[in-house]
């Protein structure tokens, strides 16, 4: 759970931001980022962790969704990047977030990491503009 985290905040397009970053934007990430990774982790691990046992429909199937999902937020920002890379890092963190509510019947663990993840990205991306 600790190493998207890092990696996030580390390499993220938020670490670099770090010096610009007011308390207001310190604020809406917060709350953008509680409000994403409470949704998306009830969304794609919960319910489908909650609703199938089997390996394929409470495991893999919501990672790929997850993934897929991630294309709508491309739409209004672009990723340096690229769309591919950022897909495939969101299916990464979805199969990894995925395994832990698999195993655990728990998205508790899994929300605090997504929320860490989305902090560390969404005042850059949406309120810095850099």
């Excluded at 938020?14 to 998306?40: D, R």
């Excluded at 089997?54 to 990723?79: D, E, K, N, Q, T």
């Excluded at 977030?97 to 997504?114: E, Q």
């Amino acid at each position: 759970m600790a190493v998207p985290v890092v990696l996030a905040v580390c390499f993220g397009p938020f670490a670099k931001q770090v010096p610009l970053v007011t308390p207001m934007i310190f604020l809406l990430s917060a709350v953008l980022a509680l409000v994403n990774a409470g949704v998306e982790e009830l969304f794609w691990r919960g319910v489908y962790v909650e609703s199938f046992s089997g390996l394929w429909m409470a495991y893999l199937c919501p990672a790929v969704g997850f993934a897929i999902w991630h294309f709508a937020p491309l739409s209004v920002i672009p990723y340096k990047k690229g769309a591919l890379f950022f897909v495939l890092s969101s299916y990464v963190l979805g199969l990894c977030w995925g395994l832990v509510a698999f195993k655990t019947k728990s998205i508790g663990w899994n929300t605090v990491s997504h929320f860490l993840v989305d902090f560390s990205g969404f005042g850059a991306l949406l309120y810095l503009n850099r």
